[in-house]
């Protein structure tokens, strides 16, 4: 389990260490459980190669309707993805749901111990409409 920090003010959830590359903060609103939502701010770094690590979210406890310490605990269970939209094609583990920042694409997917089969993201936007409860998430998270 990642290690979850309980402020005040936010959660912080450690994913890895920063290895001194340049730093960008995304903040993502994030459709949780019972129509509530989780007000979070993913940090990630880029490497020299263009690679993007998470490094960290903050999630903001007087924006977040959502239980926070709940939310937290699923939050540290995701893995994050974030790659340029020229990589649409770029296979990934179940999505729990995507978000466009410029020309990068950000996707939380269930970790790997789930052990499920990896596709594209459109191509699990496809497999959702042929789901009876199409009106979900595009992964069926946190059930």
Not at 56 to 69: L, P, Q
Not at 120 to 125: G, Y
Request: aromatic share 10%.
């Amino acid at each position: 389990m990642r290690k979850i920090v309980n402020r005040e003010d936010k959660i912080i959830i450690n994913y890895s260490q920063s290895k001194g590359g340049k730093q960008c903060s995304f903040n993502l609103v994030f459709p949780y459980i019972n129509d509530t939502e989780i007000d979070v701010a993913l940090v990630a770094e880029q490497s020299d190669s263009g690679e993007w690590n998470p490094l960290k979210a903050i999630i903001d406890k007087e924006e977040t309707t959502a239980d926070e310490e709940e939310a937290a605990k699923d939050l540290a269970d995701l893995t994050w993805h974030i790659y340029s939209r020229k990589e649409r094609k770029k296979l990934l583990p179940p999505v729990v749901n995507l978000w466009e920042e410029g020309n990068l694409i950000i996707a939380a997917c269930l970790s790997g111990k789930y052990g499920e089969k990896f596709f594209t993201a459109k191509q699990q936007e496809n497999l959702e409409k042929e789901v009876l409860n199409s009106d979900r998430l595009i992964c069926w998270w946190p059930d």
